[in-house]
T-cell receptor, first 113, second 112 residues
Framework: EAQVTQNPRYLITVTGKKLTVTCSQN?????MSWYRQDPGLGLRQIYY???????DKGDVPEGYKVSRKEKRNFPLILESPSPNQTSLYFC????????????FGNGTRLTVT | GQQLNQSPQSMFIQEGEDVSMNCTSS?????WLWYKQDPGEGPVLLIA?????ELTSNGRLTAQFGITRKDSFLNISASIPSDVGIYFC????????????FGTGTSLTVIP
């Protein structure tokens, strides 16, 4: 089954404790992206990747890092999480053709205390 | 980045009623997508539109790509309880990559 898999689904952590949210897709998609979703603000893009070893900032990249060492994986790294990063995070992938629809994971709800 | 204006923000309707929502942009898009997000899940694609004026249906859902290319509309006919969720529009400006801009969502509640 074609899917985007995120882990974990839920994560509670404390300020400053480094964490990684994993994202994997099995559709051989070139494009992958991370979004955060906050009430009233919709989906805001954090980082995206057009292909292996190619990453770029989205609209809200501060406090986040990503890497794209393999085509299928695109982890989101929070080196020193802060409470304002409490949010619902989604990973998405697309086949790279400029307007092909994005496929989303089921989300990771992160709480930073 | 650009945010799309989506309205209404929320809707409370009786089961069986029809629903209309829209999405507008200040700039032209070449592609419009409509997604639905169930509680606790990720957005799932409902309809994709690629041509100005295009009207596309998916079961009880119908979406239209506005003639001006700055707006799109989604209609749901004869709503049922499982239509509950958040509906998002997304637009692509036609440049390279999968860079879509998203609306802020319409939250739909269907009262049985």
């Amino acid at each position: 089954e074609a899917q985007v898999t995120q882990n974990p689904r839920y994560l509670i952590t404390v300020t400053g404790k480094k964490l990684t949210v994993t994202c994997s897709q099995n559709m051989n998609h070139e494009y992958m992206s991370w979004y955060r979703q906050d009430p009233g603000l919709g989906l805001r893009q954090i980082y995206y990747s057009m292909n292996v070893e190619v990453t770029d900032k989205g609209d809200v990249p501060e406090g986040y890092k990503v890497s794209r060492k393999e085509k299928r994986n695109f982890p989101l790294i929070l080196e020193s999480p802060s409470p304002n990063q409490t949010s619902l995070y989604f990973c998405a992938s697309g086949n790279g053709f400029y307007n092909s629809p994005l496929h989303f994971g089921n989300g990771t709800r992160l709480t930073v205390t | 980045g650009q945010q799309l204006n989506q309205s209404p923000q929320s809707m409370f309707i009786q089961e069986g009623e029809d629903v209309s929502m829209n999405c507008t942009s200040s700039s032209i898009f070449n592609t419009w997508l409509w997604y639905k997000q169930d509680p606790g899940e990720g957005p799932v694609l409902l309809i994709a539109l690629y041509k100005a004026g295009e009207l596309t249906s998916n079961g009880r859902l119908t979406a239209q790509f506005g003639i001006t290319r700055k707006d799109s509309f989604l209609n749901i006919s004869a709503s049922i309880p499982s239509d509950v969720g958040i509906y998002f529009c997304a637009g692509h400006p036609g440049n390279t990559g999968n860079q879509f801009y998203f609306g802020t969502g319409t939250s739909l509640t269907v009262i049985p």
